[in-house]
């Protein structure tokens, strides 16, 4: 069992920075160029499946989303370590701590965002950014979690919101 780890801070912002200051629609060429230049390590069957330095037992624990006509969908990458059961003692007030500390940092940088609030135990909070890219911080006891989003996903995503808010489901 490998220890349970929080990417400190600046360490985070860069590694989000690194895929949302990127130009928009990204091919799987460019994801993978990104994913590198980051140290990840990709699965030796799939390059979208990666392997961070927070991987539990080595384990994959990030992806790039399967290309489609508007190219790389987004990737979703852990900011924390996933806490196996007899780490959730030790890793539940290091989540606790640290997520308040990225939607800080983030809110610093992109302004305030959406705080989504918390459902079923999962926190979440959402910038769109200008090049119209969105991030998700998702964070519970035991895990901290970054969404990427593509300009399209987050169009995407923002008709849906709309019309369900309108009662359109």
């Known amino acids: 069992m490998t220890d349970f780890l929080v990417l400190p801070v600046q360490e985070a912002v860069a590694w989000l920075r690194a895929w949302t200051d990127h130009s928009w629609p990204m091919t799987l060429q460019?994801?993978?160029?990104?994913?590198?230049?980051?140290?990840?390590?990709?699965?030796?069957?799939?390059?979208?499946?990666?392997?961070?330095?927070l991987a539990t037992d080595g384990q994959e624990d990030g992806s790039i989303d399967r290309?489609?006509?508007?190219?790389?969908?987004?990737?979703?990458?852990?900011?924390?370590?996933?806490?196996?059961?007899?780490q959730w003692p030790q890793a539940a007030p290091l989540t606790r701590a640290a997520y308040p500390q990225y939607i800080q940092a983030l809110t610093t940088l992109w302004g305030p965002g959406q705080d989504k609030g918390e459902r079923d135990g999962v926190k979440e909070h959402r910038w769109v950014l200008p090049n119209q890219v969105s991030v998700a911080i998702t964070g519970q006891d035991g895990l901290i979690n970054a969404h990427v989003h593509s300009p399209h996903e987050t169009q995407a995503y923002e008709l849906e919101t709309y019309y369900k808010e309108k009662g359109y489901e």
């Not at 460019?30 to 330095?53: C, M, S, V």
């Not at 006509?69 to 979703?76: A, E, F, I, R, S």
């Open 30 to 53: 460019e994801a993978f160029t990104i994913r590198d230049h980051l140290g990840w390590k990709p699965a030796p069957d799939d390059g979208r499946f990666f392997t961070t330095k």
């Open 67 to 86: 290309v489609d006509d508007h190219g790389v969908p987004g990737v979703d990458f852990p900011l924390s370590s996933r806490a196996l059961p007899p």
